[in-house]
């Protein structure tokens, strides 16, 4: 049986790092693996590879969000942070990869880098295409939740992003309002996810 977290709730976090190929997404992720306590990473290229032996989402895209969202319950149920990585472009995807019957608290952390870095880095990875096919479907998020822009052109700005994430995420929101500045953003009281659970998962 899971553990009992209701004390612990405050601490557990699902965190959603978007943004497109090449901005820093796996990379930032694994960071916050290594720093967050208690926390697990989930990455549906890496569901794909383990089902389908390929990182293409090219086969049963509904059976792989099942399973990450499985994952990411029984990962929530046993007390442990979540971190997700995906381009997750459409605001459906978002909101399933946020959804879930446990508590916990939600951050989105959206990827900013400057686009001729982002085209030079895509140009040396071979992943142009995926980036134009990004762009096309890319939808602002919502601003029902907090979310973060972590700039990421250099080293530097990630090392700064990094810090000021950190220092937010190990933190209550009210006592370190003054760190969100423009950073973050908040969207009105009223604003809010729908609880929806969709019967077949979102393309990515």
């Known amino acids: 049986m899971p553990p009992d977290t209701g004390a612990r709730l405050a601490h557990i976090w699902t965190i959603l790092v ?8 796996s990379f930032l992720a694994r960071r916050l693996l290594q720093n ?5 990473r989930i990455n549906p290229d890496e569901v794909r590879l383990m089902l389908f032996n390929d990182l293409a989402p090219e086969h049963d895209e509904d059976l792989v969000y099942k399973e990450l969202s499985s994952l990411r319950d029984l990962a929530l149920a046993y007390g442990h ?7 997750a472009p459409r605001h459906i995807t978002r909101e399933y990869l946020l959804s879930g019957s446990h508590k916990s608290q939600h951050l989105i952390v959206v990827m ?3 686009k001729k870095v982002l085209e030079e880095r895509a140009r040396r990875e071979g992943k142009i295409m995926p980036l ?6 890319w939808q602002e998020p919502h601003h029902g939740l907090p979310l973060f822009k972590f700039k990421n052109d250099n080293r530097q700005q990630f090392e ?6 950190m220092e937010y995420i190990n933190h209550e929101y009210e006592e370190h309002s003054s760190i ?18 969709p019967v077949r998962a979102p393309p990515s």
Do not use: H, N
């Not at 978007?18 to 997404?25: A, Y």
């Not at 969100?180 to 659970?197: A, H, M, N, V, Y």
């Open 112 to 114: 900013d880098v400057d």
């Open 132 to 137: 134009k096919a990004f762009e096309a479907v």
């Open 180 to 197: 969100i500045g423009s950073l973050f953003r908040r969207g009105k009281k009223d604003e809010t996810f729908p609880e929806q659970k």
């Open 18 to 25: 978007i943004g497109p190929p090449t901005s820093g997404k």
């Open 36 to 40: 967050l306590r208690d926390s697990v």
């Open 160 to 165: 700064t992003s990094f810090y000021i994430l």
């Open 81 to 87: 942070s979540v971190i997700i990585d995906a381009t």
